[in-house]
Nanobody, 124 residues
């Protein structure tokens, strides 16, 4: 059974930065792509960033473009989300997701593997 485990969340002041990590464990796991989503209280889960592991195509939500960077360290199979210029609107639980199917999708239904989430709170 594959498990995705996120870490790196926390409380940060507006304008600050955080780096989230996501490690896959369990059976040998070769996803086609991985992504970060987030969910604020009372809101639907929304797409943040996507990384194709075949071809390395990257896609960002407009709300985070230029402030967030998604990357993966192939040596240790860790997915990262580097976040700069954090705003109170970025406050949410951030989830790592993966899929073994090709293509780029911003819909949570396109991903079959999920982590438990890590809380990011941006507040002064």
């Amino acid at each position: 059974q594959v498990q995705l485990v996120e870490s790196g969340g926390g409380l940060v002041q507006p304008g600050g930065s955080l780096r989230l990590s996501c490690v896959a464990s369990g059976h040998t796991f070769t996803p086609y792509s991985m992504a970060w989503f987030r969910q604020a209280p009372g809101k639907e889960r929304e797409f943040v960033a996507h990384l194709s592991l075949i071809g390395s195509a990257i896609t960002y939500a407009d709300s985070v473009k230029g402030r967030f960077t998604i990357s993966r360290d192939n040596a240790d199979d860790t997915l990262y989300l580097q976040m700069y210029g954090l705003k109170p609107d970025d406050t949410a639980v951030y989830y790592c997701a993966a899929t073994t199917f090709p293509g780029v999708t911003r819909s949570p239904t396109g991903y079959g593997y999920w982590g438990q989430g890590t809380q990011v709170t941006v507040s002064s």
